[in-house]
């Protein structure tokens, strides 16, 4: 089984950047794809970004194109998220996701193979 840990999370001011990680215990089929999602005080979880094992086939939502950018490192087993023009919605808990096929906010959440624990990111004005 996967293990997900994510770091990187905290406070931070309207603008700033943020860099978040997520270590992948092992590498294995289940982090062909790697990933963010976030959930929000209040409201349900939703897709971030997603990368392939290759680097390729970057998805985002359409609420962080732009400003986010995901990238990996396949031989540290980790998936970085760069948060740029950090905005007061963005404050969420940040889950790191993993799966075999490749995933979007069109996926089945609960599908998915692994996720980590989660880490906060609080946006202040």
């Known amino acids: 089984q996967v293990l997900l840990v994510e770091s990187g999370g905290g406070l931070v001011q309207a603008g700033d950047s943020l860099r978040l990680s997520c270590r992948a215990s092992?590498?294995?089929?289940?982090?062909?794809?790697m990933g963010w999602y976030r959930q929000a005080p209040g409201k349900e979880r939703e897709f971030v970004a997603s990368?392939?094992?290759?680097?390729?086939?970057?998805d985002y939502a359409d609420s962080v194109k732009g400003r986010f950018t995901i990238s990996r490192d396949n031989a540290k087993n980790t998936v970085y998220l760069e948060m740029n023009s950090l905005k007061l919605e963005d404050t969420a808990v940040y889950y790191c996701?993993?799966?075999?096929?490749?995933?979007?906010?069109?996926?089945?959440?609960?599908?998915?193979?692994?996720w980590g624990q989660g880490t906060l990111v609080t946006v202040s004005s």
């Open positions: 092992i590498g294995t089929f289940s982090t062909n794809v």
């Open positions: 990368i392939m094992r290759s680097g390729g086939s970057e």
């Open positions: 996701a993993a799966d075999r096929r490749r995933f979007s906010s069109y996926s089945r959440q609960d599908a998915l193979d692994a």
